[in-house]
């Protein structure tokens, strides 16, 4: 779907991924329904992998994509999230040696990809994403990729820093879709705030936001409605 000016989200997360990552590096991790095929014009236009895996075993995608990769960290980006600050994300390796098995922000003490945010990525060892593959069956950690590494303190070596204080200090911003009413209104808000970069920085995000309460209380509605269900 049209998100702006003619690029899905997915065309747009891709574009800020090539400005920051090498392109044999970045792979499309979808399941192998029918309507997926679909997304084999971004591996054609952009000249990245894509690979087709189990539908309900996500962790099982993650980790048969790792077994094909040199690279050590993974950085797993999800695709529902159109405000992603990579700059900010990519902060994080500043900060931190590499000897990191999980390193995210995190939001009052709360995995930051647990929020409805939207800023934030996460960045996963690939030791610890296999043995995951290999210890965790349960439903929940096959589904939500890295649940078992950061339940799992005594296992993974975990790092988290705590987000932006101007982020903390603005309530109700819900920059994650789950729906046709989250992607409506946040088509609006990026077409405002699109000024040449794909990459459209977390405070600048924060600034229009914080002048425009209407917007805040429609998503607040978003966040309410999400949080009961």
Do not use: W
Request: glycine letters at 2%; hydrophobic letters at 40%.
């Amino acid at each position: 779907m049209d998100f702006h000016n003619g690029n899905s989200i997915l065309d747009i997360l891709i574009k800020n991924a090539l400005s920051f990552y090498d392109k044999k590096n970045i792979v499309i991790a979808t399941s192998v329904s029918k309507e997926n095929s679909a997304l084999l014009c971004l591996k054609r236009k952009y000249d990245v992998d894509i690979y087709f895996g189990s539908e309900n075993d996500v962790l099982d995608r993650f980790a048969n994509i790792a077994m094909t990769k040199d690279s050590e960290k993974i950085a797993r980006i999800c695709a529902d999230n159109p405000f992603i600050d990579f700059k900010l994300n990519l902060e994080l390796l500043e900060k931190e040696d590499d000897d990191f098995d999980y390193l995210s922000y995190s939001i009052n003490n709360t995995p930051a990809i647990l929020t409805h945010y939207g800023f934030f990525y996460e960045f996963i060892s690939k030791k610890a994403l296999l043995h995951t593959y290999r210890e965790a069956k349960e439903a929940k950690y096959r589904e939500h990729v890295t649940n078992y590494i950061y339940s799992n303190n005594d296992l993974f070596n975990i790092c988290f820093i705590q987000a932006p204080k101007d982020i903390l200090d603005i309530h109700n911003i819900r920059l994650t879709i789950d729906d046709k009413i989250d992607f409506e209104l946040l088509s609006k808000v990026y077409t405002y705030l699109f000024n040449g970069s794909y990459n459209i920085e977390y405070n600048y995000v924060i600034h229009f936001l914080e002048n425009n309460k209407k917007l805040l209380h429609q998503m607040k509605a978003q966040i309410e409605k999400y949080s009961k269900s």
